[in-house]
């Protein structure tokens, strides 16, 4: 397919520079009897849709989403032939990635074992004779991720964002959230049976009777549904003030009395005096409830529940594949587990991801890449100021903070100016389930050992070669991994508007989520503290009600529709974006001769086009009503048309009417930047 569209696009070169054929817009992709007036996410790329299928080992498919995988087939070069060096010296980054390929593609050794690697785990926990012997187990499964009911990382202060300091939130819950606990609708109530079945499936895989294992599973949902009840929703926790309790060890000591908290700092080498922020107090209050009231038997269960669970998918196939069949086929539509190479392939990216993001960057990200994403990120937030500068509805002064905040943000691109440290990280080939508690313990220990001291502005939330990017409003730092500087986003080879109109819109994207309605609430240095004028932030806030509204009227299916507080940052990213993004484009042709029409499409509608190929999925139905409840991100149709319909300079680039669907009438068109 790819080489079909390159061979007519250099039939048509119809954007040639200096005799070299550049990388325009995919015509062939076009469903050209859809309007683009009606329906751009279909007009943009319906044929490629129609054309491509979802593959069954997979919940969304586009152009994006087959890069993303691409660069599994790149990673797997570089982890096979790592694999093949077996004499690599001890902790260099051919042994440790090579070894745990190996380890991991070893199904004969690790379905050998069965359950075997966890059951001293759960004799352990069955042998704890009070909550006190049961804590020190349970210290150690936090040590591997296994962080139920809840979990203690390094968070940046919010009100001395220089300084990191230790931060707990809710882990509690083994569905997706706790509308899954609690709404009476059908499809809660289904998954809530499903949930309960799956629980004493799993247990009944580990070698417990029926009896047992079906009573486990009440117990757990029992536990669960309480602490469900006791915890935000995630539009609520989007609010970063939601979240936002500073307190002092003594206090944490008096809020859940019946955790033995100096024991647990202990254990994890923390001072007291370390700084803290718990998230959720009403949850606090209700794990001290449980932890006075449930049984010690209730406990074990609940916490050999999570063990097993979280360790599912590194045991033998049949847990791999209950914990498949519920986690992915029933929650969110899946009809295929992926193959064995490519789940390894995704767990040593996620176990040692610099490790091997540093081969990978080396291999496939040229500087030439990161030189061409450097001067369109400056083209972007040049126009983000000249944007801030003509907002009419913001005050002078409230410009002043914005432009100071625009002037701090950290644009991060590629990959890590220093790579960490993996070499102590005790990988065998012959030991797979081991290597995953190693691989998660120096990520547990590599974040603890942040708690307690300045930031390192240097560190990734995002290893190389990762097909995504974020904003951190604690750092004010936008993030471009190498994984997703590669078509379909970004073609260093590519036309300006096909390459403002994906990597452009995406970097516009993460420039406005420093503006967004959480985002907002951050100030030049990270400080959440409020640098907006009263007036100006009741206007801004209506504007975001605008765009909030838009999006709760957007349904997936018949009763079922996104829930506008939950996408609102997102939103306002995606219609800020393509706004600025817009705007560097046009400003990028000043002065320059006007580029060549292709295929009868104007330089405008290329762009517009080009986001809507770049953000073009096809999504699950399962796939969708779970990022309703959960994900911030709208839909891929409703973030094309969207975003779109609110601008003036898509009607008129495609001249369309008022009162089309692409047109929302004057009086309801959203405009934040
Ligand atoms: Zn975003």
């Known amino acids: 397919m790819r080489n079909a569209i390159a061979i007519l696009a250099m039939l048509l070169c119809s954007s040639c520079m200096f005799g070299q054929q550049l990388h325009g817009i995919d015509v062939s992709d076009l469903d050209r ?72 593609m070893d199904t004969a050794k690790i379905n050998a074992r069965g359950v075997d690697p966890i059951k001293p785990w759960f004799a352990e926990i069955d042998g704890a004779k009070n909550m006190a012997a049961l804590q020190i187990t349970v ?46 609708e059908q499809r809660f109530a289904e998954a809530r049976e499903k949930y309960k079945e799956h629980i004493a499936t799993m247990f009944k895989l580990a070698g417990w009777d029926e ?51 100096a024991e647990y700092y202990k254990h994890k080498q923390l001072p007291q005096d370390t700084g803290l922020n718990v998230d959720q107090p009403k949850f606090m209050a209700e794990l001290d409830r449980q932890l006075a009231a449930t049984p010690l038997a209730d406990w074990k269960v609940y916490y050999q529940w999570h063990l097993l669970s979280g360790a599912a998918e590194n045991l033998s196939d049949p847990l791999v594949n209950e914990d498949f ?39 496939y990200f040229p500087p030439e890449a990161k030189a061409r994403m450097q001067e369109m990120v400056k083209n972007l937030l040049a126009a983000m100021k000249d ?45 797979y389930f081991e290597n995953v508690i190693a ?14 001291k300045p930031v390192d502005r240097g560190r990734w939330g995002l290893t190389p070669p990762t097909s995504d990017a974020y904003y951190n409003p604690l750092l004010n730092e936008i993030v ?21 109109g994906a990597i452009g819109v995406v970097i516009g994207h993460e420039i406005s989520h420093g503006f967004d309605d959480e985002g907002a609430q951050f100030d030049s240095t990270g400080h959440l503290q409020n640098w907006w004028t009263e007036a100006d932030l009741k206007q801004f806030q209506e504007r975001g009600a605008c765009v909030a509204d838009q999006f709760d009227h957007y349904y997936i299916d018949k009763d079922v529709h996104h829930n506008g507080k939950l996408v609102l940052g997102e939103s306002i990213g995606d219609l800020g974006g393509a706004k600025i993004a817009y705007m560097a484009y046009m400003k990028s042709l000043e002065g320059k001769p006007r580029p060549a029409d292709i295929d009868g499409f104007t330089p405008e509608q290329q762009f517009f086009i080009a986001w809507g190929q770049f ?27 969207g975003p779109l319909s609110n601008l003036p300079e898509f009607q008129q680039a495609f001249q369309c009417k008022d009162g089309s669907a692409m047109v929302r009438p004057a009086g309801k068109r959203c405009d934040v930047w």
């Open 325 to 363: 069949a519920f986690n992915r086929k029933y929650l969110a539509g899946q009809s295929e587990i992926k193959p064995r190479w490519k789940r390894c392939t995704e767990q040593a990216d996620q176990f040692l991801g610099e490790a091997l993001g540093q081969l990978y960057v080396k291999k």
């Open 33 to 104: 009897s859809a309007d683009p007036c009606n329906d751009f996410f279909q007009f943009a790329n319906g044929t490629w849709r129609a054309k491509n299928p979802i593959p069954a080992s997979m919940t969304r498919w586009s152009k994006r989403w087959q890069a993303g995988e691409t660069s599994k087939d790149k990673l797997r070069d570089i982890l096979e032939d790592a694999e093949k060096q077996t004499n690599a010296p001890k902790g260099s980054t051919e042994q440790l990635i090579g070894d745990y390929y190996g380890a991991c």
């Open 480 to 500: 471009f991994p190498a994984g997703i500087l590669q078509p379909p986003a970004f073609y260093v080879d590519g036309v300006d508007a096909v390459n403002y």
């Open 387 to 431: 944007d801030i500068s003509t907002r009419p509805w913001m005050s002078a002064e409230t410009k002043q903070k914005a432009m100071e905040k625009l002037a701090t943000f950290n644009p991060k691109i590629g990959y890590p100016d220093k790579w960490k440290d993996y070499s102590k990280v005790d990988i065998r080939r012959d030991t």
């Open 439 to 452: 691989g998660s313990k120096f990520l547990v220990e590599d974040d603890r050992s942040t708690i307690g």
């Open 211 to 261: 009896k047992k294992s079906s009573s486990a599973a009440q117990t757990v949902m029992t536990m669960e549904t309480k602490f469900a009840e006791a915890t935000l929703g995630r539009a609520e926790l989007r609010d970063p003030k939601a979240a936002d309790h500073k307190t002092s060890f003594a206090e944490l000591q008096k809020m859940v009395p019946h955790f033995d908290w």
């Open 615 to 641: 953000r073009g999925d096809e999504i699950r139905p399962e796939q969708q009503k779970l990022m309703v409840q959960t994900d911030p991100h709208p839909i891929a149709k409703y973030r094309v048309n």
């Open 139 to 184: 210290e150690k499964l936090h040590d591997f991720g296994v962080t139920a009911p809840f979990n203690l990382s390094g968070a940046q202060d919010l009100h001395n964002p220089t300084q990191v300091i230790a931060d707990i939130g809710e882990s509690a819950l083994g569905l997706p959230e706790r509308d899954y606990y609690l709404k009476p």
